[in-house]
């Protein structure tokens, strides 16, 4: 008989969250300046902004 | 449980649902959110709960709620991501398939097992940082 076995849903991103984790250190900090420009560029996709309708 | 730390002098962006602040010396943003995605605060509740348990790395510390302009927005704070490149689409979808969700239209997956549904992944809303992707907004429903 085999049994299957369903995933709980805390395991389910387990292994990105111990990636991540590893990846703390990196993650640099940044001046409000600075944040502001990455929200900038990140918006700059240059098509239309999507919203959840389209 | 109300929140009394308003400066609207770190104000970062905006999106349909929230505001989000900026705390530079704690490397982490402030988020106020109105829950018009939901249909109640509890449902809210459970959306950041359940957001909680899934992405660990960038989970909600809920810091109260605050009223502005007869609006009543819950405050949560959040570790910072900085994004160091910009995201693919194809990279959240690879990596939602690969957890077992399917897609149910644009940017919105549901898991059938598990019942979970995760809608609004698109790209501002989940960063990568040295090639490793962040869930930083998410819409979470239980089916």
């Not at chain 1, 387990?14 to 990196?26: G, M, P």
């Not at chain 2, 819950?74 to 957890?99: F, H, R």
């Amino acid at each position: 008989m085999i049994k299957t076995t369903i995933i709980k849903p805390y395991q389910l991103f387990a292994d990105l969250a111990e990636k991540q984790k590893k990846n703390k250190a990196n993650i640099r900090k940044v001046t409000l300046e600075e944040a502001r420009r990455l929200v900038a560029w990140l918006k700059d996709t240059g098509e239309e902004k999507r919203t959840r309708d389209n | 449980m109300w929140y009394d730390n308003l400066q609207f002098s770190i104000y970062l962006s905006e999106g349909a649902e929230q505001k989000v602040f900026f705390n530079a010396q704690q490397n982490k943003v402030t988020k106020f959110n109105d829950g018009i995605f939901y249909v109640n605060w509890t449902q809210y509740f459970e959306s950041i709960i359940i957001h909680n348990i899934l992405f660990s790395e960038t989970a909600y510390d809920f810091s109260g709620f605050l009223m502005i302009n007869k609006t009543l927005y819950a405050v949560v704070e959040q570790n910072y991501i900085e994004p160091t490149e910009k995201t693919e689409i194809k990279a959240i979808q690879d990596l939602m398939y690969s957890k077992g969700f399917s897609l149910k239209r644009r940017n919105d997956y549901v898991h059938h097992e598990l019942g979970l549904i995760i809608e609004d992944l698109h790209e501002e809303n989940v960063l990568v940082n040295n090639e490793l992707l962040y869930f930083i907004d998410t819409v979470i429903y239980l089916k």
